[in-house]
């Protein structure tokens, strides 16, 4: 399993928009292959700083089967003109303890 890691900073005043906009294009992300789940937090302390966790069976699930396909563009199309600045991207894996 493979941990996508996201820090979005929402531009001020767009938080609702962007909270109600995510919800619709959960929908994509969630039909994908490899799709195993994901969540969104919103920070207490910063306004308009969110947290976007997603799993995936692989790295490739994301980096390949998301990125490049058709959903994808949707997903960018409803959710990226919110970010300022645009946010990194992270991949993790588990280490077992």
């Known amino acids: 399993m493979i941990l996508e890691a996201v820090i979005l900073h929402v531009k001020p005043g767009l938080e609702f928009d962007f909270e109600t906009t995510f919800k619709k294009a959960s929908k ?3 039909s ?3 799709y195993l789940s994901h969540e ?3 920070c207490i302390e910063v306004n308009g700083k969110y947290l976007l966790l997603v799993r995936w069976e692989t ?3 994301h980096t390949v089967g998301f990125r490049s396909s ?3 563009r949707e997903w960018k199309k409803l959710l990226h003109h919110f970010y300022e600045p645009f946010p ?3 991949h993790f894996e588990g280490i077992e303890i």
């Open 88 to 90: 990194t991207v992270e």
């Open 59 to 61: 790295l490739e699930s």
């Open 40 to 42: 969104l937090h919103k």
């Open 32 to 34: 994908m292959d490899g």
């Open 28 to 30: 994509i992300i969630s």
């Open 70 to 72: 058709a959903e994808y």
